[in-house]
């Protein structure tokens, strides 16, 4: 089983935008190693025709009619914004300067 | 910002490599709610005025699946000749974007509900080509962003971005086509042959208006080019978001030249996003895809799978409408017209009004004569469609009818359709009100073609003499006097008559 790297673990801490100390990526190349190890252990008992599931419920099929139900008010849509403008969230600068 | 990109020409390009093309078309559905919350997806409403804590992603809410929705996925992979999976699920698309207010995109990875299928495009001079289907899977749209303080809108340059997330969570169908090859040289033909039957194909189903202008439908298209006799694809662009029938064609055409003068020239094409341009037919880089997008796909564990029941896919095979190439064959045929006559109609957006008005009554010829006459020069003038102008499809095959009686001619028709046009009420009450009528009272036509003859003693002596031809001096001073509401093909009959010349 191979472990999972340093450079794993800042990859994946970029990509849900999470700033990681140094030692924090060693603790958690560690830890994740441990649970993927331990996770990979169901692969060891379930064979072939054991279907991987996803859901812990056996339905399928649960739709909805299309028809329409109240939505927020904008007033309540944006209350939680930390910012609003022009009755729309605003958000920073998405691109930075090149 | 002006980019200069070297060109090669489009002869020059395709005489050293075949293109090979992807099309993504993303359709965004018209049921009344999103795809996985029922807040309404009506245009036009107050920024935010249509979200809830589903489509907001606040914690705690739960999506569930339209099931419009899903059906017009069916229906759709059914009219693509695909197959429709028996059990399939959403997946998490994982990305950090500020028009998507979950941080994921609910879509389909793996298991999408429709795949390998195709579709046959007609191009203009008959041709058919196959363009195969990869899949077509079940997404939301994004919220609308409005990017402050930079040049014309624009996200470079940008102090802060504004949000309104009433479109996010609209349900989407992605349809993706397999690599085009073979289409040489008429490349951007096929993609712009490809899209336009899509669309057709889209509102025969009834699931979407698919109108390009109000980004129902979107393109983006991947292009690359191999060397002749080669069979590995070369890397491709992506050029996103291009929005009209002829920007898919110019924006394939522009792409096969620039990547031809990168590769003539030793250079490799780097694997980007590109943005295409309205005004210029060019296309700029974007982003580019420095590592393999990582998205992170997981089966979304908030939906349940959908199993379509093979009843229920057999059920929408059985209601599917005829296909539109299919259909407009026919109708060319039933019509007797060319290839070319039709591909005018359809391009004009006149096939459904000269239908509705055959079944109202009228002949092909005529429902085709004003429809792609008169009305079309109208909807051109007033910058509408033809579905816009306030006519419809009955008040044309009425109009047509009281030409067949003969109480109008065809002057008067076109008066008829002005008035009608002009919102002064139905055909018969146009007629009524303007006094337009087909002077067919005998007697009162013979007094004017008397005094037409006797105005004009030397053209009436020359068709004596023989001069038919100038029969028709005589027959405009009779229109004239008579303000135009004479039926022309009987004065001239009653002219010849009275001058005692026969024709032919
Ligand atoms: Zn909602």
């Known amino acids: ?98 | 910002m002006t980019v200069t990109t070297d060109l090669v020409s489009y002869e020059d390009a395709l005489a050293s490599y075949d293109p090979v093309m992807g099309l993504e078309v993303h359709v965004e559905l018209g049921t009344r709610t999103k795809m996985f919350c029922g807040c309404s997806t009506e245009l036009g409403a107050e920024p935010n005025s249509q979200t809830c804590p589903t489509c907001l992603g606040l914690p705690g809410s739960l999506p569930v699946v339209n099931a419009v929705g899903v059906e017009s996925a069916i229906k759709i992979g059914l009219a693509l000749h695909c197959e429709i999976a028996e059990w399939c699920r959403f997946a998490r698309k994982n990305y950090f974007y500020p028009d998507m207010p979950k941080n994921f995109q609910t879509s389909q990875y793996d298991e999408p509900i429709a795949f390998n299928g195709y579709l046959d495009v007609q191009l203009e001079d008959g041709e058919v080509f196959r363009v195969e289907i990869e899949r077509a899977h079940m997404e939301e749209d994004t919220g609308k962003s409005t990017h402050v303080g930079g040049a014309t809108g624009r996200i470079h340059g940008a102090s802060h971005s504004l949000l309104d997330y009433n479109r996010a969570g609209i349900p989407l169908i992605e349809i993706v086509t397999k690599p085009i090859v073979g289409a040489g040289d008429r490349a951007p033909e096929v993609a712009k042959a490809y899209v336009a039957e899509l669309r057709e194909l889209i509102r025969a189903l009834g699931v979407s208006e698919a109108r390009m202008e109000m980004g129902q439908m979107r393109c983006d298209v991947n292009l690359s080019l191999m060397p002749k006799g080669s069979e590995t694809f070369g890397t491709r662009s992506e050029t996103k978001n291009v929005n009209s029938l002829r920007s898919v064609e110019r924006a394939v055409r522009f792409e096969v030249q620039r990547h031809a003068a990168v590769l003539g020239d030793g250079g490799t094409i780097v694997q980007e996003t590109r943005h295409f341009h309205e005004d210029d037919g060019t296309t700029t880089s974007g982003r580019v895809k420095e590592e393999a997008e990582d998205y992170r796909y997981f089966p979304e564990p908030d939906l349940v799978p959908v199993a379509p029941s093979r009843e229920w896919v057999e059920e929408l095979r059985a209601a599917l409408p005829e296909l539109p190439r299919v259909r407009r064959n026919r109708l060319r045929e039933e019509w007797g017209i060319s290839e070319h006559d039709m591909q005018s109609i359809l391009n004009a957006g006149a096939i459904d009004p000269i239908v509705a008005t055959i079944e109202a009554g009228a002949d092909p010829v005529s429902a085709r004569k004003w429809w792609m006459g008169e009305l079309a020069r109208n909807a051109n003038e007033s910058g509408r469609s033809l579905d816009e102008l306030p006519i419809t499809p009955e008040q044309v095959a009425r109009v047509t009818a009281l030409v067949v009686d003969g109480s109008l001619n065809d002057k008067l028709a076109r008066q008829v359709i002005e008035g009608v046009l002009a919102g002064e009420g139905d055909p018969d009450a146009v007629v009524e009100k303007r006094g337009l009528k087909v002077v067919s009272d005998e007697g009162a036509l013979g007094v004017a073609v008397d005094e037409a003859i006797a105005g004009n003693a030397a053209i009436a002596d020359k068709i004596r003499g023989g001069k038919v031809a100038a029969v028709g001096a005589l027959v405009g001073a009779v229109m004239k006097a008579t303000r135009g509401q004479a039926d022309a093909a009987r004065v001239k009959e009653l002219i010849l008559e009275k001058l005692g010349v026969s024709e032919g």
């Open chain 1, 1 to 98: 089983m191979p472990g999972i790297t340093r450079e794993e673990v800042a990859h994946l801490a970029r990509l849900a935008r999470l700033e990681l100390k140094a030692e924090e990526l060693d603790h958690f190349a560690g830890q994740l190693d441990d649970i993927i190890g331990a996770v990979a252990r169901v692969a060891e008992v379930a064979d072939r025709d054991v279907p991987p599931t996803s859901h812990p419920l056996p339905l399928t099929n649960v739709m909805r009619a299309d028809e329409v139900r109240p939505s927020l008010t904008p007033e309540q849509a944006l209350s939680c914004a930390p910012a609003q403008e022009q009755q729309r969230f605003k958000v920073p600068q998405i691109l930075g300067e090149d």
